[in-house]
Each structure stands twice: as structure tokens, then as C-alpha cells.
């Protein structure tokens, strides 16, 4: 009788990956970093398991967005309190936190919970040409 292989979490082989964002599509980049931090990409995939690699993302401020999008789309948060509605547009959100939209559009693809709460931990985001991140030695990520 065969046993079913489960992933541990002291088995799994840790990668780093480096994403240059200039230009890129937004939507697309981020399910592909999604798909990376999460593992799916890796033969011993587990859906409870936190088996994927690290993700650092380069040049989040030269981002592409396609459509309509940079009129219409808000990104809202609400305090709890009355009158605690804040939302701001994705124009104005690219031009003083680029970091962030990329950030929020990976996380919105991750699980909610604990395992998304560790997954988006390892990514990290940079508006611009440099990272601190050398001694991980990252490969190139294509998309």
C-alpha cells in the first residue's frame, strides 16, 4: 500500500525571486507573485502548508495599468468609527505610495488568516531601482 506524501514545513527548499516591475501588466504580475509566494509553482504544493518562495519587486512606481482603471478604481479602509470612510484613487495612491499597490493587489489574491498574513511577509517592495535584499542572492522571476 502506498502512503500519501504531506509536505512539512521543515522539508521545504526556500528561493528568492527578483521582479522588475517596469512596464509590467499590474493584475498579471501579481497573480504570477501570488503564485510564488503561495507555492503552487513547486511539486510539493500544500494548501495548509506555507511551501513558497520570497518575492522582491523592483520598480513598483513604473507599474502599467490598463483600462480605465487609474480614473475609477478606489482603494477604501474603513476605521469603524462614524464618518470613518477613507477612500483615495488610484492615481493619487501610484504617485505618493506606489509600494502599496502592488502590495494590496498580491495580497488580495492571498488566502485571508494566518497562512496570508505569513505569505505576504515575504514579499518585499521597492518603488525604485535599488533593494536591500543582495545577500538573498534573487533570481530573476520571468512572467
Known sequence: ??????????????????????????????????????????AVFSPSIDAGDGVIVINAAKVKITGRK????????????????????????????????????VQRMLPGGPLGRDLIKKLKVYAGETHKQQSQQPAALEL
Request: aromatic share 8%.
Open 1 to 42: 500500500m502506498n502512503k500519501t506524501y504531506v509536505t512539512r514545513k521543515e522539508d521545504v527548499k526556500r528561493k528568492w525571486y527578483l521582479v522588475d516591475a517596469k512596464d509590467k501588466v499590474l493584475g498579471r504580475m501579481a497573480t504570477r507573485i501570488a503564485i510564488v509566494l503561495r507555492g503552487k509553482h513547486k
Open 70 to 105: 487609474m480614473e475609477q478604481k478606489v482603494y477604501s479602509r474603513y476605521s469603524g468609527y462614524p464618518g470613518g470612510l477613507k477612500q483615495v484613487p488610484l492615481k493619487t495612491m501610484l504617485a505618493k505610495k506606489p509600494e502599496m499597490v502592488v502590495r494590496l493587489a
